[in-house]
Every structure is written in C-alpha cells, then in structure tokens.
C-alpha cells in the first residue's frame, strides 16, 4: 500500500479528489456486496486504488472516470471498453445497463462520491432500479441525512433526502472514516453507506419525481409547524382533510415524521393542487 500511496498522482481539489489508503475501509468496500453481486460499477476510480480489488471478484465490472489522467493507470485493472470517461452524473444508468446484464444479475455500484457532486449522483443511482446494491462514500454530515448517527430515536431528525433514500433502500452503515484515511486528508469526517434496494418499496419507483417533489414542499422548514409550512404548496381545505385522517397535528415539525407518516401524507396529498 505504501508503494502505491507514494506513486499517487496529486489530487484535483475542483474534483473533489481524496485517495483512500486506510486498508481496513478499502476492503470493507470492496468486499460489501461481492457475493450477492453478478455485475459490479465503479464510479470515480482515480487511480483505482478500489478497482484492484474489485477486479479480483472476477466479474463484468464498468468504471466511470471524469478525469483524463486516470484512464491509462485504470488499464492495468479493467479491459480498456470498459473505462468510460465523462461526467457520471450525465449517464442514463437504465440505459447503460440495458444491453450488460441478464434479467437475474444484480448490480453493484460502488463509489468513493466527489462531496460536491454527492447528492445527485446518489439520486441518479437511485432512480436506475437496475442497481440493487449500492456503496458509497459520503461527507459525513451528508451521510446523517440518509442515515441518522443518533443513538436515541427522539434526537433522530427526519429530512426529503433520508425519506427518499429510505423508501427505496435498507440503508446500514458500513463504516465510519476519518480524515487521516485519505490523501489528501478532507477536512470532515467521512461514513460509507450500504444501500440494498427494497423489492417493493410503499412509493413506487415510478412515482420517484413526484414524490420527491412532495418531500421538498413538505420538509423545505422542517423545524417549523407543518401546517403553515404545507400552506406554500396545498390549499388549506386539503391540508385540514388529510391531516385530520391521518391524526396528525398540524403544529408537528416534518423532522418529526417517521418513515410511515411521510408516505401517508404523500398519498394523502397525491393529486391534490396548489
């Protein structure tokens, strides 16, 4: 490991770049989902300090780098029509799968995210229902959002991205990662996440964009009480209709929900007008 640390090219801070070298995470990613999986993605490879030991599972594996320097290096892990470079948050996921995988193959994506791309790479991930595992590296503020680190449920806050991601995939925490796991060290702690995406989730997957457009009307105060805050986005008639069947307060804060609430008032308010 220290051979390859020391042969790293430097880290581009515009794309969110740090190499991992702490051993011990590197092989709880690289083996999360590797007996489940029968196609493995890599999105953001670098120098493929993953993609070694990804490769050694012997299975249909795509990498996905944006940065230019890194292809050449990637050749002496991955078969060179299988690096693809450009911006991963540009890929159709549905339709780059379409032609690489059997009805039966499971997917496994697997990603240390740039933080600034984060979020909607995750979203793009989501929405490809193709994907069935996910592992992925966050900031770990970012990482609370989908899945609190709070040991006591009254301190757990609910938010639209941890509703989302929790509607569509048991979510566990793989570990948590200081900065001294990284070169160049960030400057926040960081947590990996398991995704394993649910069979039938209570939303549909088809219904994804109006339901996440529900979750940001919903949760866009959630500190404040959310009958004023619905008042932005349904009339007040509805507001006192759906509330009232679903026996919830209107001065409850949204990050008060549970899971089961924000997909009641979802339905509730399903087709209703602003």
């Known amino acids: 490991?220290?051979?390859?640390?020391?042969?790293?090219?430097?880290?581009?801070?515009?794309?969110?770049?740090?190499?991992?070298?702490?051993?011990?995470?590197?092989?709880?990613?690289?083996?999360?989902?590797?007996?489940?999986?029968?196609?493995?993605?890599?999105?953001?490879?670098?120098?493929?300090?993953?993609?070694?030991?990804?490769?050694?599972?012997?299975?249909?594996f795509y990498v996905f780098e944006k940065d230019a320097r890194f292809p050449e290096i990637l050749k002496d892990f991955v078969a060179e029509p299988n690096i693809f470079l450009g911006d991963a948050t540009k890929i159709d996921w549905n339709e780059f799968l379409k032609d690489k995988k059997q009805v039966t193959d499971k997917v496994w994506l697997v990603s240390n995210l740039p933080y600034n791309v984060s979020v909607p790479l995750f979203?793009?991930?989501?929405?490809c229902g193709e994907i069935e595992f996910l592992t992925l590296m966050f900031q770990k503020e970012v990482a609370g959002k989908i899945l609190s680190f709070a040991q006591?449920?009254?301190?757990?806050?609910?938010?639209?991205?941890?509703?989302?991601?929790?509607?569509?995939?048991?979510?566990?925490?793989?570990?948590?990662?200081?900065?001294?796991?990284?070169?160049?060290?960030?400057k926040v702690d960081s947590a990996v996440l398991s995704f394993k995406r649910i069979t039938e989730p209570k939303i549909p997957l088809a219904e994804k964009n109006s339901f996440e457009s529900f979750l940001?009307?919903?949760?866009?105060?959630?500190?404040?009480?959310?009958?004023?805050?619905?008042?932005?986005?349904?009339?007040?008639?509805?507001?006192?209709?759906?509330?009232?069947?679903?026996?919830?307060?209107?001065?409850?804060?949204?990050?008060?929900?549970?899971?089961?609430?924000?997909?009641?008032?979802?339905?509730?308010?399903?087709?209703?007008?602003?």
């Open 1 to 60: 490991m220290n051979d390859t640390i020391n042969k790293l090219p430097f880290a581009d801070k515009e794309l969110g770049q740090h190499f991992l070298k702490d051993d011990k995470v590197i092989q709880a990613i690289c083996h999360d989902f590797n007996d489940k999986a029968q196609i493995i993605l890599e999105v953001g490879p670098g120098p493929g300090i993953l993609t070694k030991h990804l490769t050694k599972h012997k299975k249909p």
């Open 123 to 127: 979203i793009s991930f989501l929405t």
């Open 152 to 186: 006591k449920e009254k301190d757990r806050e609910m938010g639209s991205l941890m509703a989302l991601a929790q509607t569509y995939f048991d979510v566990t925490l793989l570990c948590k990662v200081p900065p001294g796991a990284f070169i160049p060290p960030p």
């Open 216 to 274: 940001r009307a919903l949760f866009q105060q959630k500190r404040k009480q959310m009958g004023k805050v619905l008042k932005s986005s349904f009339a007040e008639e509805k507001i006192q209709t759906v509330l009232a069947e679903l026996a919830i307060d209107r001065t409850r804060r949204a990050e008060t929900l549970n899971l089961d609430e924000v997909h009641a008032l979802y339905k509730g308010f399903k087709g209703s007008n602003s």
